[in-house]
Nanobody
Framework: QVQLVESGGGLVQAGGSLRLSCAAS????????MGWFRQAPGKERRFVAH????????DYSDSVKGRFTISRDNAENKLYLQMNSLKPEDTAVYYC???????????????WGQGTQVTVSS
């Protein structure tokens, strides 16, 4: 079992930046692909970014490409999401997830955190 806890969310003005963290416990995440998803009110949970177990391979949704950067520190058992040039449409609850392969579908991930709220004001 892997327990995931997100942090770093908050309220920020449009154009600002936030760095989300996801701390894992229970097992090392070094053998898992990791992902970030987000869910806005009244909408489905959507893929944001994923990273391979080694950190070499990454992928992003078109809506965040060039603005967000996913990274990981396997020694610290942590996952990160650096979010720059934030827009009001980035407002959502952000979730980290661990799975056996990098994927854009939420069903491919076995473990999930509880989420952290990100609110971007215009």
């Amino acid at each position: 079992q892997v327990q995931l806890v997100e942090s770093g969310g908050g309220l920020v003005q449009a154009g600002g930046s936030l760095r989300l963290s996801c701390a894992a416990s229970g097992r090392t995440i070094s053998t898992y692909a990791m992902g970030w998803f987000r869910q806005a009110p009244g909408k489905e949970r959507r893929f944001v970014a994923h990273i391979s177990w080694s950190g070499i391979s990454t992928d992003y949704s078109d809506s965040v490409k060039g603005r967000f950067t996913i990274s990981r520190d396997n020694a610290e058992n942590k996952l990160y999401l650096q979010m720059n040039s934030l827009k009001p449409e980035d407002t959502a609850v952000y979730y980290c997830a661990a799975g056996f392969r990098g994927a854009t579908m939420s069903r491919e991930y076995a473990y999930w955190g509880q989420g952290t709220q990100v609110t971007v004001s215009s």
